[in-house]
């Protein structure tokens, strides 16, 4: 198993501006041979920043880095379009391997 999680900083107030990009958006990830499952994530607030993340579940790291190269993938961040006053910087991934 192969896990893929993108980290996300919110502006305060924009939590259900960027739920919604998420929920109205296509992700096509059904479409990839060994996609598991996905979740976004909501984590702590702060005077700064709402924490998210999206976390995707794979068969293993070759399927995960598929799905970078795929039509899927191009199709599924097609139309992301950046909302500067959502994010407060890029995503930060972080990936993992299971061991037990």
């Known amino acids: 198993m192969y896990i893929a ?3 996300f900083r919110i502006a305060p107030g924009k939590e259900q501006d960027f739920i919604d990009i998420w929920k109205n958006r ?3 990830l059904n479409e990839v041979p060994g996609f598991k499952s996905f979740n976004l994530l909501q ?3 702060t005077e ?9 579940v794979w068969a293993s790291e070759e399927a995960f880095e598929n799905w970078t190269k ?3 993938f ?3 961040h097609a139309n992301a379009k950046p909302a500067k006053d959502i ?3 890029p995503p930060q ?4 391997n299971s061991v037990l």
Not at 48 to 56: D, I, K, N, Q, Y
Not at 93 to 96: A, P
């Open 74 to 76: 191009r199709k599924a």
């Open 70 to 72: 795929s039509e899927a």
């Open 87 to 89: 994010y407060l910087g």
């Open 48 to 56: 700064e920043c709402t924490l998210f993340a999206s976390h995707s």
């Open 26 to 28: 296509e992700t096509h």
């Open 93 to 96: 991934l972080e990936c993992f």
């Open 5 to 7: 999680m993108n980290r």
């Open 43 to 45: 984590g702590p607030t």
